[in-house]
C-alpha cells in the first residue's frame, strides 16, 4: 500500500522560506507522478505544482510560479517542496498527492493517494 508522509511545516515569518518533505513508501518514486496541494481557510483545495514520474516536466500555479520549487531525491523516495518569498495568502494546510501512470503526464485530478497534510502559517 502506497503511504505519502509530508513533513517540514510549521510557523515563518513574511517574507521566509520553509521547505516541505514528502515521504513515499510501498513503491518507488518512479513510479507515480507527484502533486502539491494546498487548502486554505475558507478556500478551496488547490493544486499548485505538479511533477513526472521521471521529472521530466513539472507545472506550477500562478499562484506561486517563481517562489516555489519542486525537486526529488530518488535514492530517499522523497519530493522536496522549497517556498520562497513566502507570504500571508501561503498559510494552508498542504498535501502530497501521487497519481499512476495512467496518464503520459502528471494530472491533478487523477492523483489516487494523499498524505494527510502539513501546515504552515505564514505571519506578518
Known amino acids: 500500500q502506497l503511504q505519502l508522509v509530508e513533513s517540514g511545516g510549521g510557523l515563518v515569518q513574511t517574507g521566509g522560506s520553509l521547505r516541505l518533505s514528502c515521504e513515499i513508501s510501498g513503491a518507488t518514486l518512479d513510479a507515480y507522478h507527484i502533486a502539491w496541494f494546498r487548502q486554505a481557510p475558507g478556500r478551496e483545495r488547490e493544486g499548485i505544482v505538479c511533477i513526472n514520474n521521471d521529472g521530466a516536466k513539472v507545472e506550477y500555479a500562478d499562484s506561486v510560479k517563481g517562489r516555489f520549487s519542486i525537486s526529488r531525491d530518488t535514492a530517499k523516495d522523497t519530493v522536496y517542496l522549497q517556498m520562497n518569498s513566502l507570504k500571508s495568502e501561503d498559510t494552508a494546510v498542504y498535501y502530497c498527492?501521487?497519481?499512476?501512470?495512467?496518464?503520459?503526464?502528471?494530472?491533478?485530478?487523477?492523483?489516487?493517494?494523499w498524505g494527510k497534510g502539513v501546515l504552515v502559517t505564514v505571519s506578518s
Open positions: 498527492a501521487a497519481g499512476s501512470l495512467y496518464y503520459y503526464d502528471c494530472y491533478y485530478p487523477g492523483m489516487n493517494y
